[in-house]
């Protein structure tokens, strides 16, 4: 596309929008609210005393390219009209609160600072938080209540990996509002806190050892169209889901006698998809797309199956409302659902 016109992208439809490739999108991060908190992430950083402020650039999603001192956000977070198409795509955007673009900011600064000052090559580091080179897995087990690791993002995000452990750790440290200190007394978490703090001080105007990083997966040079990108994006989240909740459904709903007027089991669950999407979501830290393909395949096959609901409408809720949180977990912590037998 020729770089001199300019393109109105909140005046494009959505098949307007998703024809165009990310490159040729007019968007950057100065002069919109997300160089506020830029800013607000180095203020915090050198209210610490810590000199290094990464670069921040656009990405196709929130990043630190591994071993790159530079921290990526997500492009969609640049324009309103993005945001809303990412909505639609995904049914949720992540880090569009300024809180919630904050935590995300500060945990790419904590692989930031960690890259930059091969902080993951010390002994004591490798003894708190363990083997950087450990592999990445599709999906992590993850023990809720466990007090060994810090909460700041969603979906006990420290529990995935070494590295996302230290990031985690290091954006509590660097929230000015956290007051780790009280909150995780008594933790095992507190450790790798005062760690971090005394990282922190060790490395205070002293100057990185990789000062500068590669911006991969900037927005600006991707070619792929918006249509491809989600895409891919949505294949991502959404998975195969078989005709194994035929089982449960029959369990919780009924096949309907002659001529009953019963409510109908998927307007039952197609009615109140939104709510036990939110509820869902929230409880276990899936993402909303993912729950969505779920309840999608349950409406389906109740009204395949022509299922009705038995007796009290609430009762059948909660249950439909449970299944699907029992198999969210399940998914969670194999990568698969449960198949009843």
């Given amino acids: 596309m020729d770089p001199s016109i300019k393109i109105d992208i909140s005046k494009l439809t959505d098949e307007e929008l998703l024809s165009l490739r990310l490159c040729d999108l007019p968007i950057k991060i100065e002069g919109t ?8 992430l180095y203020k915090e950083l050198s209210d610490k005393g810590i000199s290094l402020h990464p670069s921040c650039y656009l990405a196709d999603e929130w990043l630190c390219p591994d071993g790159e001192p530079v921290i990526g956000v997500a492009f969609f977070l640049a324009h309103p009209r993005l945001r809303q198409l990412e909505r639609k795509m995904m049914l949720e955007v992540e880090g569009q609160e300024r ?45 809720p209540y466990s007090k060994r690791y810090v909460r700041n993002l969603e979906d006990w995000y420290a529990q995935a990996h070494p590295d996302e452990d230290f990031a985690e750790t290091f954006a509590v440290w660097l929230d000015p509002r956290s007051n780790w200190r ?19 001080r060790e490395i205070s105007g002293k100057k990185p050892k990789v000062p500068r990083g590669k911006k991969y997966w900037a927005a600006s040079r991707l070619k792929t169209t ?31 006698s002659k001529n009953s007027k019963r409510k ?19 409880w276990t830290g899936e993402r909303k ?3 969505n393909e779920l309840l999608k395949d349950l409406i389906r096959r109740s009204r395949e199956l022509k299922l009705e609901v038995p007796g009290k ?17 399940n998914y969670i912590y194999t990568g698969e659902y449960k198949r009843k037998k």
Avoid at 33 to 40: F, I, P, R, S
Avoid at 313 to 318: A, P, Q, T, V, Y
Wanted: aromatic share 16%; proline share 1%; glycine share 2%.
């Fill in 99 to 143: 809180s919630y673009c904050m935590k995300l900011l500060r945990h790419e600064m904590g692989h930031a600072i960690n890259y930059a000052y091969l902080l993951h090559k010390r002994k004591k580091w490798r003894v708190l938080f363990g083997p950087f080179s450990a592999e990445y897995g599709d999906r992590y087990k993850y023990r």
């Fill in 33 to 40: 609210w997300l160089e506020g908190c830029v800013k607000q």
């Fill in 313 to 329: 409408i609430s009762e059948s809720l909660l249950d439909i409302a449970i299944y699907v949180t029992a198999q969210m977990m």
């Fill in 289 to 291: 797309y993912t729950i």
């Fill in 182 to 200: 009280k909150k995780y007394k008594k933790w095992k978490a507190l450790e790798k806190l005062e760690y971090v703090d005394e990282l922190m």
């Fill in 226 to 256: 918006l249509r491809t990108y989600y895409k891919k994006k949505r294949a991502l989240y959404a998975d195969a889901y078989y005709d194994f909740h035929d089982f449960q459904l029959k369990k919780i709903f009924q096949v309907p």
């Fill in 264 to 282: 109908k089991a998927h307007k039952l669950i197609s009615e109140n998809r939104k709510d036990i999407l939110e509820k869902v979501s929230l």
